[in-house]
């Protein structure tokens, strides 16, 4: 991951709304979660909602798609752990284990893809 798309990362979280959204979308998982069940959880206002969700598309941290009548955003796992491996890279001036487990689940993933914290993301409706 560059500097500037780390940025971009940090600063669409830098907002209550939009951490507790990517958190809430953490939780769900690849399946996502519709807009309307977003904003209820987060008690905002779907135009509120769909600000904060574009910021959040914009920076690469999820993915939003149509599904029928409604509009479904996703976490997008592998930008959410490119962030964190290049958050902990230099780890504690390279001894990994005194960041503890998240340097292991970082390394994990990117060495085979699919270990970590989350499944593959599934495949998105178009």
Wanted: charge should be positive; charged fraction near 20%.
């Amino acid at each position: 991951m560059k500097d500037e798309d780390a940025v971009r990362a940090l600063a669409a979280l830098a907002n209550a709304h939009r951490i507790a959204l990517f958190r809430a979308l953490v939780r769900a998982g690849p399946d996502g979660v519709s807009a309307g069940d977003l904003a209820r959880g987060a008690g905002i206002p779907p135009s509120t909602l769909t600000f904060h969700l574009k910021e959040l598309e914009r920076a690469g941290l999820i993915q939003s798609w149509r599904d029928g009548r409604f509009i479904r955003s996703a976490l997008s796992v592998p930008a959410m752990r490119d962030l964190i491996a290049f958050l902990t890279d230099d780890c504690c001036a390279g001894r990994p284990d005194l960041c503890g487990a998240v340097t292991s689940v970082t390394s994990a993933a990117t060495s085979d893809g699919n270990a970590g914290c989350c499944p593959p993301p599934r495949a998105m409706k178009g």
